[in-house]
């Protein structure tokens, strides 16, 4: 009798069965080894949307924690997403709230553990200022002054100051003030301008970098760069000037002078424009004198009559000269005696 065709199909089938099952089941060893599924938190960038116009979140957070579950590829790639969660805000109002990030649905076999995330977002007023621009001269010489009127940012037109316009969160933007760094080196008194200098602000009295301000939306401001007018006065100046000297006292009984010089003559002063220009020569400290009866020579430290300048050399060298006219111990001369006149004898009568 021959077998049914079919028949070895059914025979032994519970041994085939067992090795079906043992085949697909290695296979899908062998895929979830590469590809397991997991559960995971990543964290996403948030997309913000539908704000109202006139508000402004203030630090705002730019990712979150997501809880999700699949297999790992899927998880790596929403991992990769630009925004992977949104906050709707088109019901928001300043203040203090909370809201909810909604993940966005788009990979496919990924099952997210918590549909709505909450939000702690704080919502300011917009405000935009005009900020007038401070030039800060940081590279000036020794005596160098600026001139305030005529010191100042312009947008293009060199006879109008410039303001820059700031838009932001109410409680950053009244804090705010504006300034430009001219780091150009100032040496003598003189009148010129520099383009594209950058607008730079600070928060009371500490720098800030605006486009770092974590807000949504980001601080917007114009210009961002102006051309900086700056007219100074004063600067350095050096000069000679003679040396005077002054004598102190009375030389001795007999003694006059013959000359009081200091060497060298002159000497040359240094220092800001105003205070040497007013400076036409130097002193030293009074030479003594008094009672003197030969040549005196003393060194003395040079005196400009300002702190702001400076002589070199320091000091000078000083003679006094002093030669005997007359002896003022000599006897007084004895004055010769009169002539005694006698009389004529009468004649007799």
Avoid at 77 to 106: C, H, M, N, W
Wanted: a neutral charge.
């Amino acid at each position: 009798m021959r077998p049914a065709p079919l028949a070895w199909i059914i025979t032994n089938w519970r041994l085939k069965l067992l090795s079906l099952v043992l085949a697909f089941g290695l296979l899908g060893g062998v895929a979830f080894a590469e590809n397991p599924p997991t559960f995971d938190t990543v964290t996403v960038g948030i997309l913000y949307r539908n704000l109202p116009p006139d508000l402004v979140v203030v630090n705002r957070p730019t990712s979150i924690e997501v809880p999700v579950a699949g297999f790992r590829g899927d998880v790596e790639r929403y991992r990769q997403t630009s925004a992977g969660v949104t906050i709707d805000l088109s019901g928001a109002r300043a203040g203090a709230q909370t809201y909810l990030a909604r993940p966005r649905l788009d990979v496919a076999g990924l099952t997210f553990r918590q549909p709505a995330i909450p939000v702690d977002l704080t919502i300011e007023p917009l405000a935009t200022r005009q900020l007038d621009i401070e030039v800060r001269t940081k590279n000036k010489a020794a005596g160098i002054e600026t001139i305030p009127d005529k010191t100042y940012a312009t947008c293009g037109n060199a006879n109008d100051r410039c303001q820059v316009s700031v838009t932001g969160p109410t409680s950053l933007v009244g804090k705010l003030r504006a300034y430009v760094d001219y780091d150009v080196p100032i040496t003598s008194a003189a009148t010129g301008s520099s383009p594209n200098q950058t607008v730079r602000f600070a928060e009371g009295s500490s720098p800030i970098d605006l486009s770092r301000v974590p807000s949504y939306p980001g601080i917007l401001w114009t210009p961002d760069a102006v051309t900086v007018l700056v007219t100074t006065v004063g600067g350095t100046q050096t000069k000679s000037v003679p040396v005077s000297v002054r004598l102190s006292g009375t030389q001795a009984c007999g003694y006059q002078l013959t000359g009081a010089d200091a060497s060298p003559t002159e000497v040359v002063v240094s220092g800001p424009v105003d205070a040497v220009s007013r400076t036409s020569v130097v002193l030293v400290d009074p030479v003594v004198i008094a009672n003197a009866t030969s040549t005196v020579q003393v060194r003395r430290t040079v005196q400009t009559g300002s702190p702001d300048v400076t002589a070199d050399p320091q000091t000078v060298f000083v003679t006094v000269g002093l030669t005997q006219a007359f002896s003022c111990a000599a006897p007084s001369p004895v004055p010769s005696p009169s002539p005694t006149i006698t009389p004529s004898p009468r004649p007799s009568p």
